[in-house]
């Protein structure tokens, strides 16, 4: 197994679903990344890289975004593992 070099690859088809999440809270709320980004106390551009699956959202940015998103984390995570397991299959 290889070790972590301290930078982030790009997103993963688990990561990807889990943006894929994030990005369809923000549009039944109508929230823009920007204002998730506020929400979250962090910058717009950390949170676009992430909604546009260049880099992954890390565990915290998850548990953060979920409770600025009113989302239930459980529920979430396993909404996100189903779509990414779905897209394995196909």
Do not use: H, W
């Not at 676009?48 to 009113?70: Q, W």
């Not at 979430?76 to 189903?82: D, E, N, S, T």
């Amino acid at each position: 197994m290889p070790m972590a070099s301290g930078r982030q690859g790009p997103s993963g088809r688990f990561a990807r679903a889990v943006s894929a999440e994030v990005r369809a809270s923000m549009a039944r709320q109508q929230i823009k990344a920007q204002e998730l980004a506020r929400r979250v106390d962090l910058s717009p551009n950390y949170i676009s890289k992430r909604v546009r699956d260049v880099l992954p959202f890390t565990m915290n940015d998850i548990e953060a975004v979920c409770e600025a998103l009113g989302e239930d984390l459980e529920g979430f995570m396993l909404r996100a593992a189903r779509a990414a397991q779905d897209d394995s299959r196909d």
